[in-house]
């Protein structure tokens, strides 16, 4: 089970003995019709659509930096990548309505590949009700497979504002709904050869499913700010302490469910790194001033800094010395 | 002047000595704010206003592939890519608005260069008053840069119908708005070393600046189809032929003042090659049920197909054995 399901990403027929029109012919028919597609992929662009604001990001999958093809289907990398990008639009409190997908690839990838692309794509769209917008295709050097998707999303209401990172006031709850470790302990458990101790763990780090409908309920519970952790807690924690000028202080009690979760398949001190530097989890951390809404689990709380303190995550009032993710500086080498 | 301006790809302070953060800082103040934009870059996502139906398009350029370094600066791909997505937006009769821009680059890539790129991006985007949304950057392996851009774009008026490749029926007017071959000349006179035989169809293969605003004055002009020449005239004429299921007959003669623009400097038969196959040109090609409006030339007429007949582009009569470009069956090589 440590090894990837599905075609490998080179054998068979590859993309370079199709042309595009071929490719776009088994692929466009994966993706099922939605009610806010006005104008389908095919022509100069797509028409969606909208309310009066709409909600834009983007995120982007490289072989063998994002995902490694000896683990990953292509249907796990097209399922990812679509959950990372919505779950950018849940933590602004909104609900994702579309996609657009380009794929960058080597000429030799396999078509049956990037059909099983496709269809993790196409299924992760169709459990969260959102249209495929468009797309492109483009050819890469050797070896090289890149997926990007932008997504597109509603904010939940008309008059509701998005959920910023620069709303948390001293005094609020912070919470999280969602795993936390998860999907850093199936990386450590397939780095280790070791994926049949915490099947779950490996699959949320093979297909994220972020609660994406938790974004907007949060919003509506009067979330004073939001995100979802995808470089780690204690990194994008300070992304919310930063923005709001506060400090977040993590309660270790409240970790040690999650901790629990996995300290059995890594062991303990690895299961602390996972929960609080474990990236890819894209699960939401918010804060609240009341009451964290049904499902959230609350793991600490906002206060001011003290005089002459920086915003920042503390833990047990030390800050923790996991700093996540950074694509350059860490260079070519895989998370976390 | 046949080489470029501006930083070099590599050389500088590499991307690797930087940490996101300080990527972004060099970048984002770049940007001009925009009307549009309600949230800008830097949550987990941004938002924008939108209307009721909101057009959206992607388009991807690839070193090596789409540019070369030797003859194109950052400012110039930036610039490009940019146009390209816009172009598409133009060509659905809609007002671009915003645009994510995902960087996917070496390590070794120099910061200046990046710099130098996300101005042509500002630049561009200024120009036609669209907002930077967004993006992502990530790293790739050696030798490997790629710029990926999502637009969004507004319909004219809210009562506008979006112009489709598929509305044009026989009687029909065939024009053009903008040139036909430029790009392809330039491209041509770069790759023989005699870019000074034309510089402005050398900046145009650097950097096209599609005439957007004649998109929603086509629509409200009542163009029944219309795309962008991205592939070359022949190719994406027959997009519009087999979408509409008619017949376009070029006017050769209507054609031969884009080919004496050029035909100095490349050569008459070239000349004719770039302006029916010639692509990355992202003038606009529309059919007009009566008279075309000002600022464009009409070329050809729409006809219904005899029969047994296929839909496609006829020059005297006859099919140009023009094919234009496809990704993965040309392999890694440049256009055209």
Redesign the interface.
């Known amino acids: 089970m440590s090894t990837r399901t599905g075609p490998s990403l080179t054998g068979g027929t590859p ?6 029109e071929e ?1 776009l012919g088994r692929i466009l028919p994966l993706f099922a019709p939605s009610a806010d597609l ?2 389908p992929p095919g ?20 072989l ?3 995902w490694l093809d000896a683990w990953s289907s292509g249907a796990d990398v097209g399922t990812k990548v679509v959950a990372q990008n919505l779950a ?2 849940a ?2 409190g ?1 609900r994702p309505t ?1 996609v ?1 997908v ?1 794929l ?1 690839a080597d ?1 030799m990838t396999s078509i049956d590949w990037v059909v099983d692309l496709a269809a993790g794509i196409a299924a992760a769209c169709q459990q969260a009700g959102v249209a495929v ?9 050797a ?2 497979v ?1 997926v ?1 998707v ?4 509603n ?1 939940a209401g008309a008059g509701s504002a ?1 959920v ?3 709303g948390a006031r001293a005094g609020d709850r912070l919470a999280v709904r969602g795993s936390l470790g998860l999907a850093a302990a199936g990386l450590h458990l397939l780095m280790h050869d070791q994926a049949d101790r915490h099947p779950e763990a490996v699959n949320v780090q093979r297909r994220p499913d972020p609660p994406l409908e938790a974004g907007p309920e949060a919003a509506a519970a009067g979330a004073s700010a ?3 952790v995808s470089d780690g807690l204690v990194r994008d924690g300070g992304r919310i302490a930063r ?1 709001s000028g506060v400090v977040l202080e993590l309660d270790r009690d409240a970790l040690r469910e999650f901790v629990a979760q996995i300290s059995d398949a890594v062991g303990e001190e690895t299961a602390w790194d996972c929960v609080l530097a474990g990236g890819e989890e894209h699960s939401l951390l918010a804060t609240f001033p009341g009451e964290a809404p049904a499902g959230w689990h609350v793991i600490g709380a906002v206060r001011s800094p003290a005089e002459g303190e920086q915003p920042g995550v503390l833990l047990d009032g030390v800050r923790p010395q996991h700093s996540g993710w ?4 860490n ?2 080498g895989r998370r976390p």
């Open positions: 993309l370079r003995g199709l042309d595009e490719v006005i104008v022509d100069d662009a797509a028409v969606l659509a909208t309310e009066s604001r709409t909600i834009v990001t983007t995120d982007t999958v490289v063998g930096r994002d950018d639009v933590a602004m909104g579309g657009l380009t960058v000429p917008l468009g797309g492109d295709l483009s050819s890469a050097p070896g090289v890149m990007s932008t997504a597109l999303g904010l998005p910023l990172r620069s939001m995100l979802d923005a950074d694509h350059f500086r260079g070519e």
